[in-house]
């Protein structure tokens, strides 16, 4: 028969914390973005040129737009995206 051990309720209520910390910053995260990508389309074409540097550095500077890269957006693309953000962002 196999000897019991204590269970070490320090360690599990740790990981449990942690567990909550991060998925609580994940949900954040992903609640605060919604919000953010949500104001940038309501307000029209006026308020992607007013942040067209901030979806530069973003989207085509860095890979941090879209968040993990979700839609598998590939160089050429952001490169598209730098030359419509160039040209002023024209809505045609």
Not at 37 to 62: K, W
């Amino acid at each position: 028969m196999a000897a019991q051990r204590a269970i070490n309720w320090t360690s599990v209520s740790t990981i449990l914390s942690a567990g909550i910390l991060i998925g609580t910053e994940l949900l954040g995260a992903a609640w605060a973005s919604g919000w953010a990508i949500a104001g940038l389309f309501e307000l029209g074409p006026e308020n992607i040129r007013r942040h067209a540097y901030l979806i530069e550095i973003n989207a085509v500077r860095s890979d941090a737009m879209p968040p993990g890269n979700i839609t598998e957006m590939t160089p050429q693309e952001r490169q598209i995206l730098a030359a419509w953000l160039a040209a002023g962002a024209p809505a045609k």
